[in-house]
């Protein structure tokens, strides 16, 4: 049988103490239900309840209550209590909340931090269409093992869970992600120096916290994620580009005095190439000369189709310059909100403390489900089946592209990731193809996107992940046909 809705308590204008209680109740509220505060179709509390709260008696209230009815601004039926009518018998005046939102439409001085920063787009409200890129499998998520895991470990755990965590983390899931980095990334690390973040960008936000002062030089790839240059402009850093070459980021000359460079070693975003040992010794040659750090973004690497596995940069850094940050947006889900930063020992307790100020810790109830999930085996297991999965979808979009893009779009065979690029040929603007492809309901992202002015070669960002083989074989044809209008043009 369905509850009945709780009604919560209503917070009234205080009596003006010369009228008769009742009359001060039926205008208190009636003036609640005219400035739209409670909705029509809102349970009105219980008659105890209110009597009890204000210090009436019963029939107070019932007497407020009567009148109300009887001139048609609450409606009471046997069983469900009284609700405010869907047609109340005077218009409703300009809404109290929206008089508080005009007054804030004034101009207001805000803080330069904030001025700085402009919107990240990153969250995809429609269900996913060839070729949905940065999102994994989401119809596949494993939700039944999830609940089952999270209902379990909530229902048994102890109650000084609910109490919160340390700032970098639930101890055991701090553990659990550094065997998991250990084994399957080289990372070097230890549960001490993991700290558990909600997600990329804070992972991002944290180390500005910690490292950069306004005016301070970060070095972010240019093609690159707007996410890390967006965060490291909002902390005031002067952004320079790097650009990105057939063996990933390239290294700025020595004398560049950066606080911080942000790279994607793993899989370079969004280009895709894996940095070679060689320019990964560069980069670490280069730290240890300019005293920078390195944020390694090693957002998909778990998902490797080709090639040998390839371990972090953080495993070949031998003096603490890497700190090395995931996420588990792409092995799990965004909505989770978690990923880890695996710190160089000097910056644990600032990272603890700057994390005490801000999000306090992410939160328990999330981080509690996650332990339990990698430990009881069923993150591997969900790892494994995706790997499989996505390897057969990168497989039909290589052969969606021979088949229907040959010589219209240059479709790179990637070796890891959720997603790959194809480069249009001279002549053709990829902004356009995006645009004519959305209107036919296939999804590209143009390389334009994640580039800050000039684009070597122009191209397009292909998720492969996201959507089943047939989806992918459609998707092709349309851009095919698409590519193949703006060649004629
Ligand atoms: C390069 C890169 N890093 C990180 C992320 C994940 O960010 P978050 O953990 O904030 O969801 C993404 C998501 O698209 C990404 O493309």
Redesign the pocket.
């Known amino acids: 049988m369905p509850r009945r809705p709780v009604s919560v308590p209503l917070t009234l204008a205080p009596a003006p103490g010369d009228e008769p209680a009742y009359r001060w109740l039926y205008g208190a509220i009636r003036a609640e239900i005219l400035d739209g505060l409670i909705e029509p179709g809102h349970r009105l509390p219980a008659t105890r309840d209110l009597a009890r709260q204000y210090g009436l008696s019963r029939g107070t209230v019932v007497a407020a209550f009567d009148l109300l009815q009887a001139e048609g601004y609450v409606e009471s039926a046997v069983g469900s209590g009284t609700r405010v009518s869907r047609v109340v018998p005077e218009p409703r005046r300009v809404r109290r909340m929206e008089t508080q939102a005009a007054l804030a439409a004034r101009p207001r001085r805000l803080a330069a931090a904030v001025r700085r920063i402009t919107i990240f787009r990153?969250h995809d409200a429609a269900s996913a269409c060839a070729f949905r890129a940065?999102q994994p499998a989401l119809d596949l998520f494993p939700r039944v093992e999830w609940a089952r895991v999270a209902s379990r470990r909530w229902r048994r755990g102890s109650t000084d869970l609910l109490a919160g965590t340390e700032p970098l983390g639930y101890p055991p899931l701090r553990a659990a992600i550094a065997a998991y980095l250990r084994v399957s990334r080289g990372v070097i690390c230890e549960p001490g120096r993991v700290a558990v973040v909600s997600?990329?960008?804070e992972a991002l936000a944290l180390t500005a916290t910690l490292l950069v002062d306004p005016g301070d030089v970060v070095c972010v790839e240019n093609p690159g994620?707007g996410?890390a240059s967006r965060v490291m402009a909002a902390a005031g850093a002067r952004v320079r580009d790097v650009p990105v070459d057939g063996e990933g980021a390239c290294v700025p000359a020595a004398r560049v005095a950066a606080r911080l460079a942000y790279l994607?070693p793993a899989h370079q975003?969004p280009l895709g190439m894996c940095m070679t040992m060689a320019r990964r010794q560069a980069w670490l040659a280069w730290a240890r000369a300019s005293g920078a750090a390195l944020f390694e973004?090693d957002?998909d690497s778990e998902y490797r189709y080709s090639g040998r596995p390839v371990a972090a940069l953080q495993g070949l850094d031998r003096e603490g310059t890497v700190i090395f940050a995931g996420?588990f947006?792409k092995v799990l889900c965004?909505a989770l909100r978690l990923?880890y930063v695996v710190l160089p020992g000097d910056l644990v307790d600032p990272a603890a403390a700057a994390l005490s100020v801000t999000s306090r810790h992410a939160s328990v109830m999330t981080q509690v489900a996650l332990e339990a999930f990698m430990t009881e085996g069923h993150f591997a297991r969900h790892l494994r089946r995706m790997r499989d999965v996505y390897a057969e979808r990168r497989g039909a979009l290589i052969e969606a592209a021979a088949r229907w893009l040959g010589g219209r779009l240059d479709v790179v065979a990637v070796e890891a990731g959720l997603q790959t690029v194809g480069y249009v040929a001279d002549g053709i603007d990829g902004t356009a193809v995006a645009a004519a492809a959305a209107a036919q309901g296939v999804e590209v992202l143009p390389l334009r996107r994640h580039t800050r002015g000039r684009l070597d070669r122009d191209g397009l960002q292909l998720g492969f992940a996201a959507v089943p083989p047939g989806e992918i074989a459609r998707g092709a044809q349309v851009l095919a046909r698409v590519i193949g209008a703006s060649v004629r043009r």
């Open positions: 990153q940065n997600g990329m960008q994620y996410g994607t975003f973004d957002y996420s947006s965004p990923g």
